[in-house]
C-alpha cells in the first residue's frame, strides 16, 4: 500500500484491501489490549502510531511525537514497528528467543517486524512486549540511548 495520507485510524484501516484489514485490525486490537496508559493512538509518518504525545516529552530529536509502537500495511508486507526492541538489545534478543520458541520466522528490518498474517507472530509475545514499558520506562530508555 503506498503511504496513507488519510488523518484517522479509522480511514487508514478503510483504505486497505479487505485482506489486509484483517490481519491489521487484529494486531491494531493487540496493541490497544496490551498498551499501558499515556499512549496515544495517532496517524503519522504515514500509518497508525501508538505515541508519547510532545506535551508530555517535548525532548524529541526530530521535534516529533516519541513512536513506541508503530503499524504499517506496506506494499509487500505488513510491518509492526517496535520501538524498544530497536533502542534495546536484550530486548531484541529476547524476542528473537520468542519466535524461536514459538517455531516461528522472524523477518526483522532495523525497527519492525514484517509479516504477512497474524499467524506470522508469535502473539503471547508481542503482547508482553508491548505491555512492557510505562511512557515513562520508554522515556527513560530512550534517553539513555542519546548519552
Known sequence: MAKSKTQTVEG???ELPEYRRETIEEIRELILD????GYEETISWGMINY???LEKYPDTYNNQP?????LAAQKNHNA???MS?????EIQEWLEE???ESNKEMDMGRSCLRFQTINDLPLEAIA?????QTPDEFIEAYEETRK
Request: net charge negative; no cysteine; aromatic share 16%.
Open 34 to 37: 496490551n498498551l499501558p496508559d
Open 80 to 82: 509492526l514497528y517496535l
Open 51 to 53: 505515541e508519547i504525545p
Open 12 to 14: 487508514y484501516i478503510q
Open 85 to 89: 526492541a530497536y533502542q534495546d538489545e
Open 66 to 70: 516519541l513512536t513506541y509502537v508503530g
Open 98 to 100: 520468542k519466535f524461536e
Open 128 to 132: 508482553e512486549l508491548i505491555a512492557k
